[in-house]
């Protein structure tokens, strides 16, 4: 029984030591060898610390902002593209984005473009915007 524990403690050593080569890129100082040991126990530690962190946070329940949950009442430029009713601004550009899949207005070569049809060009005031300043010309229509 005393040699099976002895050899219980040596295959939990081993891996260690298999994983102390791999760090040794470059050549090193004796005396810095014992800190280079001692450092992966410590970092060891610290991804059991975050993972006990990252299980903590899902306890808040995130609240929406008020001003994005706000219904808005949108242009009749706008109207013609997601209807007359009033909604929140995401939901407005839930239904823009709708409306570009459905008629296939999004750039093939550079994703992030829009080509605007006759009821876009009147929001946009252009034949092309970028889906990232769209937003910010779909609120100009938003009471």
């Known amino acids: 029984m005393a040699t ?5 403690p040596a295959k939990k050593a081993a891996p260690a030591k298999k994983a102390a080569p791999a760090k040794k890129a470059a050549p090193a100082k004796k005396a810095a060898a014992p800190a280079k040991k001692a ?3 410590k970092k060891a530690a610290a991804p059991a610390k975050k993972a006990a962190a990252k299980k903590a946070a899902p306890a808040k329940k995130r609240t929406p902002n008020a001003a994005f949950m706000k219904a808005m009442t949108p242009s009749a ?3 013609a593209v997601i209807g007359d009713k009033a909604l929140p601004r995401t ?3 839930k ?3 709708e409306y570009i ?3 296939g207005l999004q750039d093939k070569v550079k994703k992030t473009m829009i080509n605007a049809d006759a009821k ?3 929001i946009f005031k252009q ?3 970028s889906m990232f300043e769209m937003t910010k010309l779909i609120n100009a229509h938003l009471k």
């Open 77 to 79: 430029a706008l109207a």
């Open 39 to 41: 450092a992966p126990a």
């Open 120 to 122: 876009l060009k009147e």
């Open 4 to 8: 099976a524990k002895k050899a219980a």
């Open 91 to 93: 939901e407005v550009t």
């Open 127 to 129: 034949a092309q915007v």
């Open 95 to 97: 239904k823009v984005w």
């Open 101 to 103: 899949k459905k008629n």
